[in-house]
């Protein structure tokens, strides 16, 4: 858990945040882990320039970025991953991954409701690199999303990224 505020007459700007993380290892050939994440971030006074997301960089990865955004947003990922075990040309192993994600986000005009949750499934290649000190892994997602979006968009999107999503 976190909380960020700027102290003055009252609290402005703040936000709250928890966090609860999940990992289960299974010792099979090939190496596999399951991961499950509960992310929930909340804000009051914010400033003009601070927004929150639910969008591909806050976990729902099907959605484009800035898809939905209110002061409060509520975020389950759930991931299994496989690893390959082997090294290719000595610098890359490959594993994969498969991933679902929920979210909600609500605002000051609108509280939280199951009934708009957004949820994506999908696909990913995972490239681990032992030889990078610090963004070891690259990895390629393609996610579907089930519900819309404001802009209208459904459907697939594929990102890229350095990092596990979480």
């Known amino acids: 858990m976190g909380f960020d505020s700027r102290v003055g007459p009252s609290l402005e700007n703040s936000l709250l945040s928890a966090n609860v993380l999940y990992v289960r290892r299974f010792e099979t050939a090939p190496r596999q882990t399951f991961i499950a994440q509960i992310a ?7 400033d003009r320039d601070v927004q929150i ?22 975020i389950l990922n759930l991931e299994h991953r496989i690893f390959s075990g082997r090294q290719l040309f000595g610098l890359i192993s490959p594993g994969v991954a498969v991933f679902a994600d929920a979210g909600l986000v609500g605002g000051p005009m609108r509280s939280l409701s199951l ?23 690259f990895r390629i997602d393609a ?16 990102s890229f990224s350095t990092g596990q999503a979480f």
Not at 40 to 46: E, K, P, S
Not at 53 to 74: C, I, K, N, P, S
Not at 143 to 158: C, E, N, S
């Open 40 to 46: 929930a971030l909340r804000g009051w006074n914010l």
């Open 53 to 74: 997301f639910a969008d591909a960089q806050a976990g729902l990865r099907a959605y484009h970025l800035r898809a939905f955004e209110g002061d409060t947003r509520v």
């Open 115 to 137: 009934s708009e949750i957004k949820v994506d499934a999908g696909v990913g290649l995972r490239l681990a690199m032992a030889w990078a000190p610090v963004m070891n892994v």
């Open 143 to 158: 996610g579907y999303a089930f519900q819309r979006d404001p802009t209208g968009h459904r459907g697939w999107l594929i």
